[in-house]
């Protein structure tokens, strides 16, 4: 499942830029869309390519398989770091705004977790879904108050040239890391894919990442705050609208917060275990020590481990590209 934008990572990667980030999210969501259709293609057309790992020696030319196992292993850990990462987000909400304390909240969720991560995720996954276009309409409605001010902020900002290069590069790296979670769950549709839709999702994968991200930092570039000192800047910000949008969005918000952790756990469980007493022991590993990872907070985790991750997610968009079928 492809990470739905937030606005602490939409200014992180692209608002401090000015112009060249929007230039940047247009770019972002062109090569997550080239991503997704190139990546569906291949599945379904090779019939020997049924599992991500499949995938990796598929695109590696079967010859490379240190290099396949070492990128095995940095998908597994990304997939864990965003278990950790969403975990964090999720305490950070309610630390945010109700000032409940990290390793509160956190000992609920591992409670949580643990349970859903044992049983069928089938129904996380179908709220996950029906969350989507919710959320979507969300960030659009509240991006449409006022649409005309943050446009004319656009229209007046300057190109300044020491954006650009850092512009540009943020939003490889944006789509590098997303590329990381996206890819390995792309691979689990192979019994969806035919060869009328690959370029269809390419297409709206596209138009997701991009109007939701531009929506973001119109909202952003419209805000009164100081960003920086906001985990959940959005959250904060949608209050400006009344209570009613504040209890409506953060319900949204933290339903859609959850089914990332359970995905990301799930995907990193199943990637790295096939046992299941191993399954279940680090299962319990997972849960217990993301108590303490909330303590690190969200945006320090954010600014640090999304931009490493993303630098070597370039190796497998490279070599993806690289492939003509």
């Not at 590696?60 to 950790?84: A, M, P, Q, R």
Request: a positive charge; glycine letters at 6%.
């Amino acid at each position: 499942m492809l990470a739905l934008p937030h606005g602490k990572e939409i200014y992180i990667f692209f608002s401090k830029y000015g112009l060249y980030g929007i230039i940047g999210i247009l770019l972002s969501g062109t090569i997550l869309g080239i991503l997704t259709s190139k990546v569906l293609k291949i599945i379904g057309k090779e019939q020997e390519v049924n599992t991500y790992n499949e995938f990796l020696f598929y695109i590696f030319n079967n010859k490379n398989s240190k290099l396949v196992v070492i990128l095995n292993y940095i998908i597994n850990t990304f997939l864990l770091i965003t278990f950790y990462i969403m975990v964090s987000g999720f305490t950070a909400y309610f630390k945010q705004e109700y000032n409940i304390p990290n390793y509160m909240t956190g000992i609920i969720l591992a409670i949580l977790c643990y349970v859903a991560l044992n049983n069928n995720i089938d129904e996380v996954v179908k709220i996950s879904a029906i969350l989507v276009p919710v959320i979507i309409l969300f960030i659009i409605s509240f991006g449409l108050f006022d649409i005309s001010n943050g446009i004319n902020q656009v229209l007046e900002m300057n190109f300044i040239a020491n954006n650009f290069i850092r512009g540009m590069w943020n939003s490889i790296i944006y789509s590098s890391y997303n590329s990381i979670i996206l890819i390995p769950v792309l691979v689990t549709l192979k019994k969806y894919v035919n060869k009328k839709n690959f370029y269809s999702i390419g297409v709206i994968t596209s138009l997701v990442v991009i109007v939701l991200s531009l929506f973001i930092y119109i909202i952003l570039l419209k805000s009164n705050i100081d960003i920086i000192e906001f985990d959940l800047p959005i959250i904060y910000i949608v209050k400006q609208y009344g209570s009613v949008f504040k209890y409506l969005y953060g319900v949204v918000i933290v339903i859609s917060i959850f089914t990332s952790i359970i995905s990301a756990g799930y995907s990193f469980l199943k990637n790295s275990i096939k046992n299941k007493k191993k399954y279940s022991k680090l299962l319990k590993v997972m849960c217990i020590s993301s108590i303490f990872i909330t303590n690190i907070g969200f945006s320090n985790l954010v600014n640090t481990l999304y931009p490493i991750f993303g630098i070597l997610g370039i190796v497998q968009i490279y070599y993806i590209l690289k492939i003509k079928i």
